[in-house]
């Protein structure tokens, strides 16, 4: 079954730093881009960054409101995708969804919230 | 990169067709065949509709379909059923090489 788990989310504080996980199954994730895509409450849907895959580079993309605080990196042994999340910000709470980058197969999200 | 630009809502009967518009410009919707939809329910992770303008990924009902023209694509929902109910939202590819979404429409099923 073609699958993304994420986990990872969870309450911080103005300032912190959390790190998503997202681990993939059921398909070829070594030749895949994937996507961090997130959605504030009660708000639409945001791209945050972007990773090829490294036989096309390696190169990230991001958005900028997050540009110079997240990090996006790829673990092909495991699989598994991950965003660093520095700086945060109370904007930045939301539930936060790995991707494909063609957008076809999506995790379950994970929440993210910014508080003190 | 500014938000591609959608109606706020979109409603219509059972049976009935709707359209659904999203609108950019030369440097995203209407500079590349790279435009996508995405329908999501409450509470669920949005589901890709459309790919490329106008292909439908394998077990998307055929009353979905997609079109371009300019810098505006459109979404068209055809024999409107209870379960279309929904926010969709459109994406695209950009010349800053990243994706940008639509505001998205919220479809009521009346």
């Known amino acids: 079954e073609v699958q993304l788990v994420e986990s990872g989310g969870g309450l911080v504080k103005p300032g912190g730093s959390l790190r998503l996980s997202c681990a993939a199954s059921g398909f070829t994730f070594t030749n895949a881009w994937m996507t961090w895509v997130r959605q504030a409450p009660g708000k639409g849907l945001e791209c945050v960054g972007r990773?090829?895959?490294?036989?096309?580079?390696?190169?990230?993309d991001f958005a900028a409101p997050v540009k110079d605080r997240f990090t996006i990196s790829r673990d092909d042994s495991k699989d598994t995708l991950y965003l660093q999340m520095n700086s945060l910000k109370t904007e930045d709470t939301a539930v936060y969804y790995c991707?494909?980058?063609?957008?076809?197969?999506w995790g379950q999200g994970t929440t993210v919230i910014v508080s003190s | 990169q500014s938000a591609l630009t959608q109606p706020a809502s979109v409603s219509g009967s059972p049976g009935q067709s709707i359209t659904i518009s999203c609108t950019g410009t030369s440097s995203d919707v209407g500079g590349y065949n790279h435009v996508s939809w995405y329908q999501q329910h409450p509470g669920k992770a949005p589901k890709l509709m459309i790919y490329n303008v106008s292909y439908r990924p394998s077990g998307v009902s055929n009353r979905f379909s997609g079109s371009k023209s300019g810098n505006t694509a459109s979404l068209t929902i055809s024999g409107l059923q209870a379960e279309d109910e929904a926010d969709y939202y459109c994406?695209?590819?950009?010349?800053?090489?990243?994706?940008?979404f639509g505001t998205g429409t919220k479809v009521t099923v009346l």
């Open positions: 990773i090829m895959s490294k036989t096309d580079g390696g190169t990230t």
């Open positions: 991707t494909t980058d063609m957008g076809d197969v």
């Open positions: 994406n695209s590819y950009t010349s800053s090489s990243t994706r940008v």
